[in-house]
């Protein structure tokens, strides 16, 4: 399955939208999924408030479903955990879908959150999933190319990012 270049650059957009946001909350505090969605070349950022965590990435999954019979690509971002060996680290996952793509994929972003005693820091490239399989370092950079480039896009992160590694 290939993945249009646009698609990429919509989901390091979302991608450098989620960690901005998520990056100076107060200790504790979760990222609101959001999502971008492009129409004709015009982007929509919505975010999905509700009493629990769960009900907002429902609430934005059914919104990307809708999402795709009327719009050109989409970028839903959420806060997630990934286990690595034994020990659970936060992500920043972001789902990504373009048309022409017979389904969506995904990043995963490490990331270790604010806390007392530490600030935001993003852990390493994000890995990139295609039908359920990561990919190998070397099958994910080209495409990750195009995701940086995507953050590069997003004003107030572009001077951020590296930083935050």
Known sequence: MGIPIEALILAGFALAHASWSISDVEPGELLIPLAVIETQGQRQLIRFEANSQEEAITRG?????DAQETSDAWAFAREGLMTIGSKREDVLVVEFWARGMSQSAVLDQRFRPVDSSHSFLLIGDPEVALAGQVLDSASARPLL?????GVRSHSKVAPLWDGWH
């Open 145 to 149: 190319d195009n995701v940086f480039e």
């Open 61 to 65: 999954k059914r919104a990307m479903t």
